[in-house]
């Protein structure tokens, strides 16, 4: 009878330290991180063209631009308001996954995107 309940109890904390490390490591490389951004609009570019970011992360994304623009990052719907001098800063959590166009508003003009990986 010792045998079998020391056996049970050795169960018992076995699936508690497996359960637990589950969920202490699930979250390792699953976003969630905190990401900085720098994008410089001019003309009808920005640099970098294509940014890339995991679900969950916690971006914050800073636009200049060469002249008064809109940028629009779309299926977020955020607005960056940026003028020479004046960059635009936005924080977000990367909630969406998929390929989310950045456009110059005012002229419809492509951009870039930000790609938002599961």
């Known amino acids: ?38 994008a410089t609009v001019t ?11 995991r679900q969950g992360d916690h971006v ?5 631009a060469d002249r008064a623009e809109e940028i629009h990052l779309h299926g977020y719907d955020i ?3 940026a003028a020479p001098g004046k960059p635009a800063t936005h924080t977000f959590t990367a909630d969406k996954t998929g ?11 492509g951009v870039g995107s930000l790609v938002v990986q599961p």
């Open 79 to 81: 607005k960056f308001e």
């Open 43 to 53: 003309g009808s570019s920005m640099k970098p063209d294509r940014i890339t970011v």
């Open 99 to 109: 390929s989310f166009d950045i456009e110059i508003e005012d002229r419809s003009t």
């Open 60 to 64: 914050t994304m800073t636009v200049s």
């Open 1 to 38: 009878m010792r045998r079998s309940r020391a056996l049970l109890i050795a169960i018992v904390v076995a699936g508690f330290v497996a359960v637990g490390g589950f969920v202490a490591f699930r979250g390792i490389g699953a976003g969630g991180r905190q990401v900085t951004v720098n």
